[in-house]
């Protein structure tokens, strides 16, 4: 063989090197893109599963800019000088009072989130009675949670309706306004068939 062909095939195995590497690269590359997009799409079905999973029974109630016109048309009311789309209200909405301490549902949740400006105090009461106080807990800083209520009376056993006011707070403790939402509380029998 002449030392050209031997130079020409030289050549054709190192372009053909080349091409080879720069195959691999951009496969590497799609490979990546298109792990990532599966992956992604795997944890967005996973989140909404569980949230699909949520609202249905005890769900958590998440009042926010986006949907407030639809629950405030229904279950969240506003009473103050805040606009009520700048606040965010978080909790689930079936409390489980069982027979074996009925004025304790250890399920209960509810948070200041994270998106609020204001610290807040929050109270529940019937429905059928609102002026009477079951609960009142501590002033919650933003951010802060309340996992389970121990209310201040006993109820008969049964299921009730009730209302959780969110007493929006200023700098001074004092309150500038209110967000209401319902919720049902489920005592004694009530709460031990819900929980079978």
């Known amino acids: 063989m002449s030392k ?3 130079k020409a095939k030289i050549s054709n195995r190192n372009l053909r090197s080349d091409l080879l590497e720069r195959e691999r690269i951009v496969f590497g590359f799609v490979f990546a893109i298109v792990t990532i997009f599966a992956v992604t799409l795997i944890a967005v079905v996973i ?6 999973k949520k609202a249905s ?3 958590v109630k998440i009042v926010t800019p986006l949907n407030v016109d639809a629950l405030a048309t229904s279950e969240v009311k506003s009473e103050s000088a805040i606009n009520v789309t700048d606040y965010e209200a978080v909790l689930n ?6 027979t074996e301490d ?3 549902a250890s399920n209960a949740y509810v948070e200041n989130s994270r998106y609020n400006k204001c610290r807040v105090r929050f109270t529940v009461a019937l429905n059928e009675s609102p002026d009477e106080i079951l609960y009142r807990s501590k002033d919650l800083k933003v951010g802060d949670k309340v996992r389970g209520v121990k ?3 006993k109820l008969a056993d049964g299921v009730y309706d009730a209302t959780v006011t969110y007493r929006i707070l200023d ?3 004092n309150e500038t306004g209110n967000v209401k939402t319902g919720i049902t509380l489920y005592i004694g029998e009530a709460a031990d068939a819900k929980s079978e």
């Open 4 to 6: 050209a062909k031997v």
């Open 57 to 59: 029974g005890d769900s």
């Open 47 to 52: 989140v909404l599963g569980v949230s699909s």
């Open 171 to 173: 700098d001074n403790g």
């Open 151 to 153: 209310l201040d009376k």
């Open 93 to 98: 909405t079936n409390w489980y009072f069982n």
């Open 102 to 104: 009925n004025t304790y």
